[in-house]
């Protein structure tokens, strides 16, 4: 020990001047101009690949790039020793010395210039100017990014024309145009103005019977008035929550089951859609919706109804795709934790934080430390996503119980006490037979005895898929037997830490533990730290949710104005990295972001504000001086033409044609008719219609089968529920037109609007008439009145054969391109 001891104090006492020693001659500008010519690009070149941190890999523990680090080595010693080639790993490996340590691996020998270039540098001392990065790894340039600095409010700017601004929005518009040497656009009609009004709020096209209320209240009050009154009539009505929670399921990713080759449903999946859809509804604050979200299991509650709501909230972080096909349950963890992060990151904060699991992120401010971070916050979440293990299923999922209150619906039956014993008594047999088989063959084996016909594989499939089978009965009922109230959404694990840092993403390299904390590109002065005893995700939830935060605001309001012109400021809403693109309006969007935050972060006041803005008046009228100048409409010179949602556009046929059922269904067609099966066998279920579009009901309703949407979402450009999707795309394919000729659907539309005329007025004109006003909210000109009822006049004369006339009138305009596009 005394030895010891003394070796350690000779050490620390003799290592000054040997450093000192070594220090000098690296000091000298030829050794280092040396190093930066022949010796930094081997380095960079051969090795940094494997072995630097901006390649996210330290294999063997040795990183070679940096000084510190290239002297400290590896797991075989010190990499180099200044002034003696010899003596650390780094020249044994390039010189292949060793046949168990050759660098490059599965290369030929680098070339007799390069080592000697190498001998020579170490020889000279080793001078090398790289200095470790310690700290911040974040740059003054990260931090300057535009979208990484502070929301500032700006004072409105002045402008030439006075008269035509109604809000401080339009100053910002209005300034953009007039330093461009444009105007903005007349404002559209207000019959235009009400129909976009309608879609754009509640999804849904104005009734005749609201386009006469709308005209007389602009004849009496003006059209600041009636736009307003208006606004907060949709604002209130149940089916803007509707609409606007299925831009933020988009965002969500939500589906309702697994995707990928298994595909498995997930039948409580439902339950966070109906979250979101009263969370709007209710205009929760968007900072208290994302902590609800985040860790809504964290929250202090009132009530067990309130303790329900928060625990389905958190079916955010759970409604994501799953590979359920996956073997290695170490993997399995890892993805789910990875899809999670990707969704917080992109959704919330338009960043690709996901991209630094291998590597630290090529273009924006993110290391793999910020990765592993985030990912001891979910590895130390407990990810409740409630299927069964089953020969297509291999990772069992637990649904999340919820408190058991009377108004939550359940699908499943219960079952009696006396059958629950039972399957508990069979699962405690099958375990404890397979424990002693395992013993035997154990001991068979030590013995030198054939172990085989003990065990045998068939014996483990059954008692595995048996157990799996009963476990997914017991976890869905109580010890009565009575059938629980289930959901997906996530609890902290019983045992919280930090995560390994895995090199270059590979489960089976674990490297550094990285300590939970938040991505360090945003500094924001916060007294809520990670504790040893939390998960961290309510502290995350509320480092995004701050007021100061520059992105949750800002990504926010975007993603609100896209929704409401046709594209965001910032067009890559789910972008705001420097592959994004810019905004175009930056002083608008730090005013919306401030007041939005401002006035409580409500999103109907939001809305509320936008809409009544004169640039969201515009019309979409054609100036090509403008467009010549401003081809994409990035200063918004005009409003925007865009066509319909797949939703809206199912949704408007069904409220035309007077069939929509505007009650919300039980549950949803997964959750209480398919329930927790392999999506591949659903087609043999004679409960489940083969056309999944056959509902009546709001198209928020219908199923969301990954890989199987109904066909009225899946052509018409439906969010991919994989993914996090802030903007969809706008196809115009052939097979739309095929869709709307001879769908099933679109025909019983077009069969119901015809009886609905024949019901409502009894002429052809007076039907051409309420035909155009219900589909398009104006009246047919002289042309359309005559060219309709040319038509329908040239139909037989029974009545059965006028009505088939008529239903291909009504599916000639559910057809046109008014219908499905706003102007």
Request: hydrophobic content about 40%; aromatic content about 8%; glycine content about 6%.
């Amino acid at each position: 020990m005394m030895r010891y001891a003394l070796g350690v104090l000779l050490f620390w006492v003799l290592q000054p001047a040997h450093d000192a020693a070594a220090k000098e001659p690296m000091e000298t500008q030829k050794g280092i101009d040396f190093f930066e010519s022949r010796v930094r690009p081997i380095l960079v070149k051969h090795c940094y690949d494997c072995h630097s941190v901006s390649s996210g890999a330290a294999e063997g523990g040795l990183r070679v790039d940096s000084r510190k680090a290239i002297r400290a080595g590896g797991k075989h010693g010190p990499a180099i020793v200044p002034g003696k080639p010899l003596a650390g790993s780094l020249m044994k490996a390039v010189r292949h010395s060793d046949p168990k340590l050759k660098m490059p691996p599965d290369q030929k020998r680098l070339a007799d210039s390069v080592i000697a270039n190498l001998t020579t540098w170490i020889k000279m001392g080793a001078p090398d100017p790289r200095e470790e990065k310690t700290g911040s790894t974040i740059t003054k340039a990260d931090r300057s990014f535009w979208a990484y600095q502070p929301v500032k409010e700006t004072a409105a700017p002045r402008v030439a024309n006075k008269t035509w601004p109604k809000r401080t929005i339009d100053n910002f518009v209005l300034a953009k145009l007039e330093n461009n040497g444009l105007a903005p656009s007349a404002d559209a009609t207000p019959q235009i103005l009400l129909r976009r009004l309608h879609f754009d709020l509640v999804g849904l096209p104005p009734s005749p019977a609201a386009a006469k209320r709308f005209l007389r209240r602009q004849a009496a009050k003006g059209l600041d008035a009636a736009l307003a009154a208006e606004t907060d009539e949709l604002l209130a009505s149940q089916r803007f929550g509707e609409k606007w929670g299925r831009h933020w399921l988009d965002v969500a990713r939500f589906g309702e089951s697994s995707g990928g080759e298994a595909n498995i449903s997930f039948p409580y999946a439902w339950r966070f859609r109906d979250y979101v859809i009263d969370a709007v509804n209710a205009d929760v604050p968007y900072n208290r919706f994302l902590v609800e979200q985040v860790a809504g299991d964290l929250l202090p509650f009132k009530n067990e109804s309130e303790r329900a709501r928060l625990l389905i909230a958190t079916g955010f972080l759970a409604v994501g795709p799953k590979n359920l096909g996956q073997s290695d349950p170490r993997q399995f963890r890892a993805d789910v934790v990875d899809e999670q992060i990707n969704a917080l990151s992109r959704g919330l904060m338009a960043s690709s934080v996901a991209c630094a699991r291998c590597h630290n992120h090529k273009f924006d401010p993110f290391s793999m430390q910020d990765y592993y971070a985030l990912a001891g916050i979910f590895g130390s979440t407990k990810t409740f996503f409630g299927t069964a293990v089953s020969p297509a299923n291999r990772v069992a999922g637990d649904p999340l119980p919820l408190p058991r209150l009377a108004e939550q619906k359940v699908f499943h039956r219960s079952i009696p006490a006396k059958r629950v014993a039972n399957l508990k008594a069979e699962l405690a047999a099958m375990q404890k037979d397979e424990k002693e088989k395992r013993a035997a063959v154990l001991t068979a084996v030590r013995s030198g005895k054939d172990p085989s016909g003990i065990f045998t594989l068939r014996d483990a499939l059954r008692i595995f898929w048996r157990s799996g089978a009963i476990e997914g009965q017991l976890e869905k009922v109580d010890e009565a037997g009575r059938a629980l109230s289930l959901a997906m959404g996530v609890l902290d694990q019983q045992k919280v830490g930090d995560a390994p840092l895995f090199e270059r993403g590979d489960v089976s390299r674990p490297s550094t533990t990285v300590p939970r904390r938040f991505p360090e590109v945003v500094q924001l002065s916060m007294n809520d730290k990670i504790t040893d005893e939390a998960s961290g995700r309510l502290q995350l939830s509320h480092w995004l949710a701050h007021p100061d935060h520059p992105l949750t605001s800002r990504v926010f309001v975007n993603r609100v104005w896209r929704h409401l012109f046709g594209s965001g400021l910032v067009r890559t809403v789910d972008n705001f990295g420097s592959t994004g693109e810019r905004p175009s309006h930056p002083r608008l969007l730090d005013h919306l972001a401030t007041q939005f935050v401002n006035n409580g972060w409500s999103l109907k006041a939001l809305i509320r504000e936008i809409v009544t803005s004169r640039a969201y008046r515009q019309a979409s009228t054609f100036d090509r001086r403008a467009f010549l100048k401003d081809p994409d409409n990035r200063l918004l010179w005009r409003f925007a033409k865009r066509r319909l949602d797949a939703e809206a556009i199912r949704d408007a046929m069904l409220v035309v044609s007077g069939e929509m059922n505007s009650d919300r269904p039980e549950a949803s067609l997964v959750g209480r008719v398919i329930g927790d099966r392999p999506i591949s066998l659903i087609g043999l279920d004679k409960r489940v219609p083969a056309d999944l579009d056959g509902s009546v009901h709001r198209s928020v309703y219908l199923p969301v089968i990954r890989d199987r949407l109904p066909d009225a979402l899946e052509l018409f450009d439906f969010a991919e529920p994989s993914l996090v999707t802030g903007h969809r795309e706008t196809t115009n394919v052939p097979v739309q037109a095929l869709y709307l000729m001879n769908s099933p659907f679109v025909q019983q539309r077009a069969d119901g609007l015809a009886l609905r005329l024949l019901r409502e007025v009894q002429t052809d004109k007076q039907r051409v008439e309420r035909a155009f006003r219900l589909c398009f909210t104006r009246s047919p000109d002289a042309e359309e009145t005559k060219r309709s009822l040319a038509f329908l006049k040239d139909s037989p004369t029974d009545d059965e054969a006028r009505q088939l006339t008529l239903t291909s009138f009504c599916q000639a305009l559910l057809c046109t391109a008014e219908f499905r596009n706003l102007d």
